[in-house]
């Protein structure tokens, strides 16, 4: 059988430091992963799920309802990616092709993991911007204040009240509560408002969903 995955100059399992496409199920609970396909200037991107895996190989049996289109045959020159999205930020790895098979009504891609995981500054991804009034607590005080954009790791808001780098703030946006740290002052809007950058104190999945279901609903706007 013709190896595609021989185009490639892949490091062995050895080679590979950090985490390994084989480590996804036990380290981070899951089975279903984004896998892109890099042609030139146009990315083909589509789910697929973690059938069976080769530890020693490092290499993972992927399945996918769409795997028999053509558009989906893996090409000379095609770059692969397997996504990892998570609260924390996005994990990739970059594959290649090893065979493809069938399994009683299930077509398998076998792919190996061809260099390090790389992690994807999310900032970049996942910034939905928004005009959201929320409040949050300083000093015992209920103050309000207006959210500009949220992420899985901070938020934009501006506020009629002045506080310094550093302070901790409790908010409530929706059905969040959620504690922030001011780390960057951004100055004073057009409406003589203080504008701040914040992280969240303690990432955590409720954040993950809020921001994925403002997505949703800026994109079902648009």
């Known amino acids: 059988m013709f190896n595609l995955g ?7 399992s050895e080679d590979i430091k950090g985490i390994k496409i084989t480590d996804i199920p036990d380290l981070y609970k899951t089975k279903r992963l984004k896998l892109e396909i890099i042609r030139q200037d ?3 991107s589509f789910n697929v799920q973690i059938r ?3 530890k020693k190989k490092n290499q993972l049996h992927l399945s996918c309802q769409y795997i028999q289109r053509d558009e989906f045959e893996i090409q000379k020159g095609d770059r692969i990616k397997l996504i990892h999205k998570y609260y924390r930020g996005i994990l990739e790895w970059e594959c290649s092709k090893v065979e493809k098979y069938k399994l009683e009504y ?3 891609l076998v792919v190996e993991q061809k260099k390090n995981m790389k992690r994807v500054n999310q900032r970049e991804f996942f910034r939905i ?4 009034n929320f409040k949050y607590e300083h000093d015992d005080k209920r103050i309000n204040g207006e959210l500009e954009d949220i992420s899985y790791t901070g938020m934009k808001f501006n506020t009629k009240q002045e506080h310094e780098i550093g302070v901790i703030l409790k908010v409530y946006i929706g059905d969040l509560i959620e504690q922030i740290e001011i780390v960057r002052s951004i100055g004073k809007n057009d409406y003589d408002k203080f504008v701040y950058g914040a992280k969240f104190s303690n990432p955590n999945e409720k954040i993950e969903k809020y921001v994925n279901k403002k997505q949703l609903d800026v994109l079902g706007k648009k």
């Open 6 to 12: 021989r185009l490639f100059e892949n490091k062995s």
């Open 42 to 44: 146009k990315t083909m």
């Open 52 to 54: 069976d895996m080769d």
């Open 106 to 108: 299930l077509d398998i």
């Open 129 to 132: 911007n928004l005009r959201l």
